[in-house]
């Protein structure tokens, strides 16, 4: 079976807005500069849209030196990345990491936005992902999550109101595999790279977040939960890990290589 790479997406910073590509290099944890720096508390647990909705709206952009964050009714951040600031131990998803701590204009801007003190980390050191032998930054878990075009539309026409893929927040878009074709495919070349779907997705409450008014609703859990319960979780999407890597670009033959 083959389809075609439609959207390529990075989260430089986590639980931010996407930024769209046209091409991308993918590293062995993902998507390079994805979801590089992370919001913190004093005491070093992450912040998500689970607890800040407003999160949804904050629209970065990072060329690998400058982060860019625009939000609504604020002058925009402007900030060079540092990687030789202080190393703060942090918490996400129940794994503990490192980030380098990005200075007090940084905290300042985000701690004003969110009306809550955090801090602004850069990842640093290594974090394993939990099956498939890859690593991350600081994604939930995994450095890839996969969605077929053909799942959301079927997912739409079971709704009142159809959402947009951004919900679900993928790194990667295919057209072509068929609904819910990327369960059944364990290996795939896209382009010049291949990766492994090692994980199926479980889905919180952050899909049903609008990503941009930031108002929440109960779709689409309420309908996934219909049909797609599987494992004590609501499953939409693959994650991934690379296997050979190179570079994505848009348009780019999926191949199936192996399927389960």
């Known amino acids: ?3 075609t790479l439609i959207e390529l997406n990075i989260y430089p910073f986590k639980s931010g807005g996407r930024t769209s590509l046209d091409s991308a290099e993918l590293l062995a944890t993902g998507l390079r500069y994805d979801r590089e720096f992370m919001l913190v508390t004093p005491e070093g647990r992450f912040l998500s849209q689970r607890d800040h909705a407003e999160m949804a709206l904050l629209r970065p952009s990072y060329d690998g030196e400058i982060l860019t964050v625009r939000a609504p009714d604020v002058p925009a951040l402007v900030h060079k990345a540092t990687s030789d600031g202080e190393v703060r131990d942090v918490t996400l998803a129940r794994s503990e990491c490192q ?6 204009e940084a905290a300042a801007w985000f701690s004003d936005l969110l009306d809550r003190d955090c801090r602004l980390v850069r990842f ?3 974090r394993p992902t939990g099956r498939g032998g890859g690593e991350v930054m600081f994604a939930d878990g995994y450095p890839l999550l996969l969605i077929s075009a053909e799942s959301l539309a079927d997912l739409n026409g079971r709704l009142a109101e159809p959402l947009p893929m951004t919900r ?3 790194s990667l878009v295919v057209e072509g595999l068929g609904a819910y074709g990327e369960d059944s495919a364990r290996l795939l070349r896209i382009g010049e790279t291949v990766i492994e779907a090692v994980k199926a997705c479980s889905r919180c409450i952050i899909t049903t977040t609008d990503q941009d008014t930031a108002e929440r609703g109960r779709e689409p859990l309420r309908t996934l939960a219909t049909y797609r319960t599987r494992d004590r979780g609501i499953q939409f999407g693959q994650n991934c890990v690379p296997r050979s890597l190179g570079t994505l670009r848009l348009g780019d033959r999926v191949e199936v290589l192996e399927a389960h």
Not at 99 to 104: A, K, L, N, P, S
């Open 1 to 3: 079976m083959t389809a």
């Open 99 to 104: 980030g380098v701590d990005q200075g007090d």
């Open 168 to 170: 679900f927040r993928p």
């Open 124 to 126: 640093t050191g290594h």
